[in-house]
């Protein structure tokens, strides 16, 4: 990955020759050796593995009903680095201080550390009696943390396809972002839906992602079709806090499922939220709360304005994708009530300046990320006035990252002393 710095902005490039194209049905986690920076003692039989981050275009909050969203890979990294080891299993990360160490026979719960996560996975595999080989796993990476752009997910993802290549066993894409999961909702207790780590394991560059999360299926949709070709991602930090492991999420999902269990009832033939319609939610208002009616209201909407912005990336039509994000956001805020005073004035902010088609808050909500779709003619100054407007408002400077679409998790190993015997 290379960074390429301007005097406002961050903008990151994948440095295509580290980055391959998968088949998305299976990931094959053979060595692809690209290059990469694994020079220590142990180079030899250290493998690397990278996993990106996401940001959702949009379709918020509906892949745990059963609804469909449209996320893409961005490039910030996880790299899980492994080595064979001769007993027991080790945790390190370049970020935390604490290293984790067992046994494989070692069933103990969480201990409330970074460390929580890439065990959990670790965790999903014996479920499935897959017993890696002892090893040393080392994480390190530049996703931001509490963004809302799936830190979590990348290092679950990352950790996954490592030891599963450990253990020479191969998984489908779904069944390893399925397996991660579970990892967070078990082991993490976090009670996220499958969108992140899908897309972290199974997304194609320069497409996003249409993933069905009742049934799984996906459909990669360019994002440079017609006048697409001409706008560009730019994703804005609010530097706002966001953990869904903190109530907030969790609170919204309960108030959501309450709401959806009542339209069950009403409609036994509605599998979940996926199929509702909005007459359904109507007939239904009286009995459920006022929030519960919004939060459905909120995934029935944005289920239609998925499917709507999926037509207009196929035809190749910015405006009426930005049309899509900002009444997404307006849902958001005013339904699913998941935004905060910041990025609604990211999002506000945004909407009024040149080139930009359409903008909203991407992610878990409560703080994060905005989204936003702009012509590449105005990205800089775009980014400029915005990060400006957001200094003098908030006194914050907020991060922003012009993103394209990579692919999802692939390896990256590269055997140092062959190179070293070339020469
Ligand atoms: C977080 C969760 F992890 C996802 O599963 C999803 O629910 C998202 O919030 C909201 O769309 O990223």
């Not at 945790?91 to 070692?106: G, K």
């Not at 069944?175 to 078990?186: P, S, T, V, W, Y």
């Not at 969108?195 to 320069?206: K, L, N």
């Not at 914050?396 to 015997?421: F, L, M």
Request: net charge negative; proline share 4%; glycine share 6%.
């Amino acid at each position: 990955m290379r960074f390429r710095e301007t005097s406002h902005t961050m903008i990151m490039v994948v440095d295509k020759a580290c980055s391959r194209q998968t088949d998305h049905q299976e990931i094959n986690l053979s060595s692809q050796a690209a290059p990469s920076p694994s020079n220590g003692p142990n180079a030899a039989t250290t493998r690397e593995f990278t996993a990106p981050a996401r940001v959702n275009l949009i379709g918020e909050h509906t892949d745990y009903t059963g609804g469909l969203v449209l996320p893409m890979a961005i490039p910030f990294f996880t790299i899980a680095s492994i080595t064979p080891a001769d007993s027991g299993y080790s945790f390190h990360s370049d970020l935390f201080r604490e290293v984790r160490t067992m046994s494989p026979d070692d069933r103990s719960e969480g201990v409330h550390n970074w460390s929580d996560y890439p065990v959990g996975v670790l965790r999903e595999l014996q479920l499935l009696s897959i017993e890696p080989p002892p090893f040393d796993l080392r994480l390190r990476g530049n996703v931001p943390f509490g963004a809302g752009l799936s830190s979590s997910a990348s290092v679950e993802v990352a950790t996954a396809v490592a030891l599963l290549a450990h253990a020479d066993v191969t998984l489908p894409a779904a069944e390893i972002a399925l397996l991660c999961q579970r990892a967070e909702n078990g082991y993490v207790h976090s009670p996220c839906g499958i969108m992140d780590q899908f897309v972290i394991t199974a997304a194609r560059a320069g497409h996003a992602l249409l993933l069905d999360t009742r049934s799984l299926t996906v459909e990669h949709i360019p994002m440079n079709h017609a006048a697409l070709a001409d706008t560009c991602i730019v994703v804005c930090n609010s530097m706002v806090k966001h953990s869904i492991a903190s109530g907030d999420y969790g609170q919204r999902r309960r108030e959501l499922e309450a709401g959806q269990a009542i339209l069950r009832e009403a409609f036994p033939q509605l599998r979940d939220l996926g199929d509702a319609t909005i007459d359904e939610l109507k007939r239904s208002e009286g009995a459920m709360s006022a929030e519960s009616f919004k939060r459905c209201r909120h995934i029935i909407t944005e289920n239609a304005r998925v499917r709507a912005a999926k037509q207009a990336m196929l035809a190749g039509d910015a405006i009426s994708l930005g049309e899509l994000m900002l009444k997404a956001h307006a849902s958001e805020r005013d339904d699913f009530e998941c935004s905060c005073e910041e990025v609604d004035f990211l999002v506000d902010t945004a909407s009024h300046l040149q080139g930009c088609f359409g903008a909203r808050l991407t992610g878990g909500g409560f703080g994060g990320c905005t989204v936003n779709l702009v012509a590449k003619s105005s990205a800089t100054a775009f980014v400029a006035t915005l990060k400006t407007a957001y200094l003098e408002r908030y006194n914050i400077y907020p991060d922003t990252y012009i993103c394209e679409a990579v692919d999802g998790a692939i390896e990256r190993t590269h055997h140092t002393q062959n190179k070293e015997s070339l020469i």
